[in-house]
């Protein structure tokens, strides 16, 4: 499985609409009944939102640290080659850098699923978009 920033988002920010469905798909891999991927823009990603609402640097660091230390769960490097690639997914289907990466991230995987409440995905035709309440009942 393969699990977008906002579901990491969801389970730190205060008051997300999406927290509890986080919170329950993240204790499923917290306990190993499956693991999951994820690219490590996600953590800059969940960075920027907690500054954006006023977070302190300690509540962001820890909600780095919480994040980095659920078992089962992969961060996966960004290197040049792979900005290459996300450059190219920029311009061909208008995305941000960071959903860019994560789908260079996945292509370069073979991955054709994200758990994701991010509807850009959903003009990839090559790539399926999970919710995470669907991603639960999966499991």
Do not use: W
Request: hydrophobic content about 45%; some cysteine.
């Amino acid at each position: 499985m393969f699990i977008d920033s906002n579901v990491l988002i969801a389970y730190v920010k205060e008051k997300d609409l999406f927290q509890k469905d986080s919170e329950i798909l993240l204790c499923e891999i917290q306990n190993g009944k499956i693991s999951a991927k994820a690219s490590s823009i996600s953590l800059m990603e969940l960075a920027y939102v907690l500054k954006k609402y006023k977070k302190s640097n300690k509540e962001i660091n820890t909600a780095i640290h919480a994040v980095l230390s659920i078992n089962n769960l992969e961060f996966l490097p960004i290197t040049s080659d792979l900005l290459r690639e996300a450059a190219d997914f920029i311009e061909l289907y208008s995305l941000s850098l960071s959903d860019a990466i994560i789908v260079a991230t996945l292509t370069r995987l073979n991955i054709r699923e994200i758990v994701s409440e991010d509807s850009d995905f959903d003009s990839l035709p090559f790539l399926k978009r999970i919710s995470m309440k669907d991603a639960i009942t999966e499991i």
